[in-house]
């Protein structure tokens, strides 16, 4: 499956609760996400699994890829369209031991030197930020706007850049202005009254832009 498309959604458990996952991720599909992520932090791989069998079937529904954060045997297992690392979970190679040659396999990048690095390694996609300090990731300072239009002409041109972190509908156009084109949001849309209607918000911006 080819990556495609500009809004890449997370569900992740830190904001909703394992019982919600299957309609919230439908209204995240409904609402017009390109990508959806699911990312457990602290769940037993188990439960991970059990989940990511219920969700593929959506995304596959809805002709979008599904992507498994952080368990490259977990995304073998269920069949996922791909899996997301991060700057600790060791190289492409290790993944691609895992996954095999054909799954997508993005990385996660905080500077500029390393969207780069993840670019000559081979990564299918990035995630570049977090643009602002966020609760989703604490303990991160935000790496600010300077750099989108950088990496974007050097890696952008390349592979799919996901800017990431902090970002809101409030904050759009001017994370837009300063270069960015494929986005990921996960608290603006997951903590937002009526999920669909956030994220068609969102996706309809992204289209026009
Ligand atoms: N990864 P929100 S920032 C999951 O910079 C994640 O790699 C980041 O959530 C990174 O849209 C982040 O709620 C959190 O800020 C994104």
Known sequence: MTLHGQLYAILDLGYVRAEDAVPVTRSLLAGGASLLQLRAKGHAEPEIEALARQLLPLCREAGVPFIVNDFPAIAASV???????????????????????????????????????????????????????????????????????????AVGSRIPVFCIGGIKRSNLPEVLAAGARNLVIVSDLLQAPDVEAATRELATVLAAH
């Open 79 to 153: 069949g996922a369209d791909g899996i997301h690392i991060g700057q600790d979970d060791g190289s492409l190679a290790d993944a691609r031991a895992i996954v095999g040659p054909d799954m997508i396999v993005g990385r996660s990048t905080h500077s500029p030197e390393q969207a780069r690095a993840a670019l000559e390694e081979g990564f299918d996609y990035i995630g570049f930020g977090p643009l602002f300090p966020t609760p989703t990731k604490l303990g991160r300072p935000g790496i600010g706007m300077e750099n989108i239009p950088g990496v974007m002409e």
